[in-house]
């Protein structure tokens, strides 16, 4: 059973840095995409950044590229999600979640394709 559990989140002023962590257990995860999406209350999830588990590829959503990073530790199976010149728009949940099929070039940004997810953890961006 593929198990995600996030932890990082918190409050952080205007600009500053947050760095999310999602352990990844129960599997095997070489063939696996791995993905952050959000929620902010009374918004729709929308999706933050993917990479597959090599590392190679990554996609980001528009507002957040350039100040977010998304990126694979394999020997610990963890995947990090580095927040830069955070905004309180970025407020909301933050998710990871994985999917055993890979990354799909024109879907991974679609929630429909992940079978995993963790519980979540808050960033809270104000002043």
């Known amino acids: 059973q593929v198990q995600l559990v996030e932890s990082g989140g918190g409050l952080v002023q205007p600009g500053g840095s947050l760095r999310l962590s999602c352990a990844a257990s129960?599997?095997?995860?070489?063939?696996?995409?791995m993905v952050w999406f959000r929620q902010a209350p009374g918004k729709e999830r929308e999706f933050v950044a993917a990479i597959s588990w090599s590392g190679t590829v990554t996609y980001y959503s528009d507002s957040v590229k350039g100040r977010f990073t998304i990126s694979t530790d394999n020997a610990k199976n963890m995947v990090y999600l580095q927040m830069n010149s955070l905004k309180p728009e970025d407020t909301a949940v933050y998710s990871c979640?994985?999917?055993?099929?890979?990354?799909?070039?024109?879907?991974?940004?679609?929630?429909?394709?992940?079978?995993?997810w963790g519980q979540g953890t808050q960033v809270t961006v104000s002043s």
């Open positions: 129960g599997r095997t995860f070489s063939s696996y995409a």
């Open positions: 979640a994985a999917s055993p099929s890979g990354l799909r070039r024109f879907s991974y940004y679609q929630p429909r394709e992940y079978d995993y």
